[in-house]
């Protein structure tokens, strides 16, 4: 094959253009960081790099998730320990009763504690974000309890509200009021109320017993939910370290690293300057023999 002028200037016209474009390509890497900007960059790298961005940005949502669900459970906690100790006092206004006889004095600590039962069945239909805490899945509309003066119903569900908290775990952030019935609390705090006005020292004894059983059954659940706090405390660090690993091998696949970029665009630069060169001497060669 006959290798002419015009395919050697052709030639060199290709690498300058590829050195053009090599240069530019290296210019871009360092002003933006990135040395993966397309697939055509590096595919392995590109879908490595996908990779680790998913996996990041999936569990920064449930970081998310945990971050919601530790608060809802901070609420129902405060409220718990409120509600402990309302049977608390319930409990020293029995014990205060019983060392007296008098009706009148019991009347008054009966009408005390009829203030108490109102407070407690309040805090029970306490909110977070305007949705109730303790009404299972119907967190909005009326009030879960509903309090007539002689007994509390329920008027929610028994459904557990979740978060998800890992790939492959979900986690139940709240109480049914259900629950709360079940300790006795109003039941007792009311079967109080009516031994002070009935004046019965054997009915205040019974309470008092009903009572210490429900203050324990509300500090085990307490306790419950500040198990559940501390293992969404460890499942976010976890997901947090695993974030920083993942960040770091995300910065190798993807990022420029500038040193090299700058020898590279350096070697580049040369090429094209010799590249420029080159041609510019085969063109005053050809223009010479076009001449003779």
Known sequence: MRVTNSIITRNLLDAINRNRENMGRIQQEMSTGKRILKPSNDPQGFLRSRQFSEAIERNKQFI?????GRNWLDNSVQILTNIEDQVTTVRDLGIQAADVTNQSQRGKLADRLDGIIEDTVSLANSKYQDKYIYSGSFTRGDDPFQ??????TYQGNTDKITRRISENQNIEINISGQTLLDTGLFQNMIDMRDALRANDGDAIQSALGELEVTGTQLSNIVSAEGSLM???????????????NLESNLSQTEDTDMLDAII???????????????????????LLDYLK
């Not at 998310?64 to 919601?68: C, E, H, L, R």
């Not at 309090?147 to 509390?152: I, K, P, R, T």
């Not at 501390?230 to 997901?239: A, I, K, V, W």
């Not at 630069?269 to 005053?284: C, D, V």
């Open 64 to 68: 998310v998730n945990i971050t919601d």
């Open 264 to 286: 590279r665009y350096n070697q580049e630069e040369l090429s094209y300057k010799a590249a420029l060169q080159t041609t510019s001497g085969t063109l005053q060669l050809n």
């Open 230 to 244: 501390g293992q969404l405390d460890l499942t976010q660090n976890r997901l947090e370290t695993t974030n920083i």
């Open 147 to 152: 309090y007539d003066g002689n007994s509390v």
